[in-house]
Every structure is written in C-alpha cells, then in structure tokens.
C-alpha cells in the first residue's frame, strides 16, 4: 500500500486525482515520475500515468490496505 508520495500541488494527501493539473511539475522534477514510499518500507518511482490514470486492479490495489481495487470508489 502506498504510504508517502512525492507532492506536487501543496495538498496535504496523495490520491488518485486528475494527472493534467500534476504534469508540468512532475515532468520538471522526476521526468514524469513520481517518488512513492510503501508501507512496506520500498521506494519506487513509477511514471504518473501508472500511479494516477492506470485502473487495472494491478495499479488499484497498490492504494487500498486491504489489497483489494475498489472500483466503486473509482471517479467516472
């Protein structure tokens, strides 16, 4: 589960939102990626599409503690 991401509009949580209004600011610092620290305690840097736009249950789970994707709680 994703704990601790990289901020990149000054909110004070990392959630799935809308990428269009974190690209510019990503792109500038990490080439379109961002840090994200796991629960688990392991870095990894994926791309934002992967982190934010990415609804396969592969790329949900990672934001649910109990691993599961929650597509109900998907915005349309």
Known sequence: ????????????????ASVNGIA?????RHQGRANVVFC????????LKELFINTNDAA??????DHQPHRDLLRP
């Open 60 to 65: 949900l789970v990672r934001w649910n503690r």
């Open 1 to 16: 589960m994703i704990a601790i991401g990289d901020v990149f509009l000054q909110l004070l949580a990392l959630n799935r």
């Open 24 to 28: 510019r600011r990503a792109y500038q």
């Open 40 to 47: 688990d305690g392991h870095v990894e840097s994926p791309r």
